[in-house]
């Protein structure tokens, strides 16, 4: 078995060992609190353990769950990372000492968190994507769209006006709307897409959650109209495109911040992420007609296209 594989194995049996245990595992070097204990938080404190390895070992890492956040939970550890927005929501509140790096939360949970104390005690890995990168998705892969549709909820206004704007300077036409419940999504949704358009979901738990998106997909595909998702989960439950950084390349850029850390420097400012990867369901694309290029070629320009000056 090559060496990475023992090691991402070593680690996900020491995560499964610890992941609850609170103070009993409290003093180490790199103390991560979860929001779950499930899929993604776990895949990305075990890759984030590999990418430290072997300059933080096993046993200077430990983990809780967000249930179990006390102040000795927290204490004697030299960097805490939270993964997910309860994880950020519960340490914020604890209003730790020690540097936090927050990730895998959105960059508008990140802005409503808490502020802490101190400057220069926290940072974040965002989970989404830069304004500017995600236009450039449809701008690269559907140049002939040029109506784009926003449905925002009470923590994604601001993000959408800013979206509308960079999408605006490339010549796109937009249109938002606002909702404050779920009871408002398909009426909002059927004002949007009363002409064909993109609609770029928002990481926005009122709006897109695992109870909205399948009526979302249906009203979208009934008008025509390709649902733009920010994760793999969406490419696979039907959105035409999704653009998302895994968690193996968050984790790289986290595992950077946390050696920065332990070495005695600070934390890095919060940085979206810069690795990412675009998703492609090709069955969506045939069902509404629409020719895609390869996967590859399209992240291929915006990666040229963030690098003009």
């Not at 036409?173 to 606002?178: A, D, L, M, Q, S």
């Not at 495109?241 to 968690?247: I, K, N, V, Y």
Request: net charge neutral.
């Amino acid at each position: 078995m090559p060496r990475g594989c023992r090691i991402f194995l070593a680690t996900l049996l020491f995560l499964a060992a610890t992941l609850g245990r609170g103070e009993a595992v409290a003093a180490a070097d790199v103390l991560f609190v979860s929001s779950e204990r499930s899929g993604a938080y776990e895949e990305t404190i075990a890759a984030i353990s590999t990418a430290l390895a072997p300059g933080v070992a096993a046993a200077n890492i430990a983990v809780v769950e967000t249930q179990h956040v006390s102040p000795d939970a927290l204490a004697g550890s030299r960097i805490i990372v939270t993964v997910g927005a309860e994880a950020a929501q519960a340490v914020a509140e604890q209003a730790p000492r020690q540097p936090v790096l927050h990730t895998l939360l959105p960059r508008e949970s990140f802005e409503n968190l808490p502020a802490p104390s101190g400057a220069g005690r926290r940072s974040a890995v965002f989970l989404d994507q830069p304004v500017q990168r995600q236009i450039a998705l449809l701008v690269e892969a559907l140049p002939e769209w040029r109506q784009l549709a926003l449905l925002a909820g009470p923590r994604s206004q601001h993000l959408a006006a800013k979206l509308a704007a960079a999408a605006r300077e490339q010549q796109m036409v937009v249109t938002i709307e606002n909702i404050a419940t779920d009871r408002e999504i398909y009426p909002a949704l059927e004002r949007l897409l009363a002409e064909r358009a993109i609609l770029l979901a928002l990481p926005d738990r009122v709006v897109f959650n695992s109870y909205t998106i399948q009526n979302i997909l249906l009203t979208s595909y009934r008008h025509r109209s390709p649902l733009i998702g920010f994760s793999p989960a969406y490419v696979r439950a039907g959105a035409l495109l999704g653009l998302f950084s895994t968690p193996a390349q968050i984790s790289e850029q986290a595992a950077e911040a946390i050696r920065t850390v332990l070495a005695g420097g600070a934390l890095p400012p919060p940085q979206p992420p810069r690795q990412f990867e675009v998703g492609i369901n090709q069955n969506v694309a045939r069902s509404l007609g629409i020719t895609l290029e390869p996967a590859e070629e399209i992240a291929a320009r915006m990666i040229r296209r963030d690098a003009r000056p």
